[in-house]
């Protein structure tokens, strides 16, 4: 026998599940990875005009599973749209993620740098913890981002996060406050709201309704050169990440050796990346989100794998439960598309 698909949806801490029920057309939640907002849908049907007309900055609380299994919560958001249409008469409701922490996004000017002679350069951990500290939350690093320092780290009208982010792009990383935890990890390690990194699910061909791998022509690029200037030598050196040709330079001239180097292995990883993308439809599954890792098996060369969710976008109707998931190739499966 198959499942009965089930929502709930709270607003403003009333339960109007059964409110809404009869008149639901779609739900529709998108689970987006990094900083992007995850939103909300929910599209209704508004015959006869009975429903009264909600207001932006409701706060609603999603839910979505099966009554067999039970529901998963989805995400708080915040009412941002309402969108009246007909005929046929619909009012749709759209929100984005609730900002638990809108203080990350207050610009501040300071400066990150160890006291005391000699120098000392200052840990990102460091960095990170601090920032973790002053918002109440738990900092988790990215294993193989605790090596990472700096001489001297300038934040000039820049949010804590803007920060972060910028420090995490050179090292292709993202930065994201995830439940009680601030995240600065490697694209791809997937992590929970505890920081725990996300289990891998695997797929095979029968629990795909359906699926499409495009497989790009590749750029090219087999290395990458980033610029630095050496103060002491009053000289321009060069580091590469990759070997061979053809070769992309970056422009920008960075202010010493493992800044160029961070940067170089960045643009390396993004181009590797790049190289395959991937579409998939099948039945609703709640524990599917954003950067969790998929293991695909029995399909074909070139489908099976290791992928990263990038987006997943869950939608309830009448016509049932259905998870569209959008990813591209975890970093270490691209050997295989050489």
């Known amino acids: 026998m198959g499942l009965t ?42 015959e006869e005009h009975a429903l009264a007309l909600p207001r932006t900055g409701a706060r609603l609380t999603v839910s979505m599973g099966y009554q067999e299994t039970g529901l998963s919560l989805m995400g708080e958001y915040v009412v941002d749209e309402i969108t009246l249409s007909g005929p046929p008469n619909t009012l749709t409701l759209r ?40 918002h109440q939350l738990t900092a988790k690093l990215g294993k193989d981002l605790t090596a990472i320092d700096y001489e001297v780290v300038h934040q000039s009208n820049e949010s804590d996060l803007q920060l972060l982010t910028r420090l995490g792009r050179k090292l292709g990383a993202i930065a994201k406050p995830v439940g009680e935890h601030l995240l600065l990890v490697k694209r791809g390690e997937s992590k929970t709201a505890s920081g725990r990194r996300l289990p891998a699910i695997t797929l095979s061909k029968p629990d795909l309704t359906n699926w499409e791998v495009s497989l790009t022509e590749r750029d090219g690029y087999q290395s990458v050169v980033a610029r630095y200037r050496d103060v002491a030598e009053a000289k321009e050196h060069t580091v590469t990440a990759g070997e061979g040709e053809p070769v992309y330079t970056l422009r920008t001239l960075y202010k010493d050796e493992a ?29 599917i989100l954003a950067e969790t890792p998929l293991v695909l098996s029995g399909i074909r060369e070139g489908v099976n794998g290791e992928w990263i969710v990038e987006t997943a976008t869950h939608m309830l109707s009448e016509e049932g439960y259905v998870l569209r998931i959008s990813g591209k190739r975890k970093i270490n499966e691209l050997a295989v598309m050489k």
């Open 5 to 46: 698909p089930r929502c709930q949806i709270v607003a403003d801490g009333s339960d109007i599940t059964a409110l809404i029920a009869k008149r639901l057309l779609r739900l529709t939640v998108t689970d987006h990875a990094g900083i992007q907002s995850d939103s909300v849908e929910i599209r209704l049907d508004d």
């Open 95 to 134: 929100g984005k993620a609730a900002d638990m922490h809108k203080a990350l996004k207050v610009p501040k000017t300071r400066t990150w740098q160890q006291a005391g002679k000699p120098v000392r350069r200052i840990l990102l951990d460091h960095i990170l913890t601090t920032i973790a500290d002053e």
């Open 259 to 287: 800044d160029a180097k961070q940067a170089a292995e960045a643009q390396r990883r993004q181009f590797a990346t790049g190289k395959a993308r991937l579409d998939i439809e099948l039945p609703g599954r709640a524990d």
